[in-house]
């Protein structure tokens, strides 16, 4: 059971999801692994049980807290940071870079948002938080990093790989689930059906984890060659 106080994220499909596919990640003990948006701290601390240097961040001084007490708890070494993306990070790289962020499309401006939707307001097609993570993770992964990220198949998973194929990364979609719409979902079904996201009736969204690698400079090169 994991600490989680009211107004933070509490673990989910897409929670259970993206620590499924962490186990699929050969992560040697040591790895640098950094978490965004870590909520509960559910994902950083399975990385810190396999042996990882984890460093985990929130934007939310509630989610910030909560990790800490609940790494504490299990005495698993959790580096907990607030922050804005990789911004508490400047400069640093890791081995694994794991991310849920918000992904529920909507009107609202995620960096104006406050409170409890802090954990899924994601502005026009959901994919604010997503493009940027796509964009600033080559900068913060090792030579053969890896990045893994989760979201919802409405925000365009084709979308996700091709701004991770701009970025520089190789990636792939690693695991899918589908999932009934929870309280937020069902009362935006009918704005979203009426954009064109949703089918009319539509009561469900496919979850996916999207795993991108580091393409090696040299590779890159050989491909081209071989193009």
């Known amino acids: ?10 673990p989910q499909s897409d929670t259970r999801l993206l620590a499924e596919a962490l186990r699929g990640v050969d992560v040697p003990p040591g790895a640098r692994v950094l978490e965004l948006g870590t909520g509960t701290g559910a994902v950083a601390m399975a990385a810190a049980r396999g042996g990882c240097e984890v460093v985990a ?5 509630r989610a910030v807290l909560t990790t800490r007490l609940n790494a504490r708890v299990r005495r698993l070494p959790v ?6 993306l990789f911004a508490p990070v400047p400069g640093e790289v890791f ?4 991310a849920n962020p918000p992904y529920v ?8 948002t406050r409170g409890r939707a802090r954990a899924w307001e994601a502005g026009p097609g959901g994919r604010v938080l997503l493009d940027r993570i796509c964009r600033a993770a080559p900068n913060h992964l090792e030579r053969t990093g890896t990045l893994l990220i989760v979201h919802s198949a409405l925000n365009g998973v084709a979308a996700t790989l091709a701004a991770l194929r701009g970025a520089g990364l ?3 979609i690693v695991a899918r689930h ?3 719409f929870g309280p937020v979902m069902r009362g935006r079904a009918g704005s979203l059906t009426a954009q064109g996201l949703l089918r009319p009736g539509q009561a469900h969204e496919d979850l996916v984890v999207v795993r991108a690698d ?13 193009a």
């Not at 961040?57 to 001084?61: E, G, M």
């Not at 499309?105 to 104006?112: H, L, T, Y």
């Open 105 to 112: 499309p909507g009107d609202a401006d995620p960096a104006a």
């Open 214 to 226: 580091r393409v090696l400079a040299e590779e890159g090169h050989e491909r081209r060659r071989a």
């Open 79 to 84: 580096r907990v940071l607030r922050g804005d």
């Open 1 to 10: 059971m994991l600490l989680r106080p009211p107004g933070v994220y509490r």
């Open 178 to 180: 589908r999932e009934p």
């Open 170 to 172: 190789r990636p792939s």
């Open 95 to 98: 081995d694994v870079i794991l």
């Open 57 to 61: 961040v929130d934007v939310s001084a």
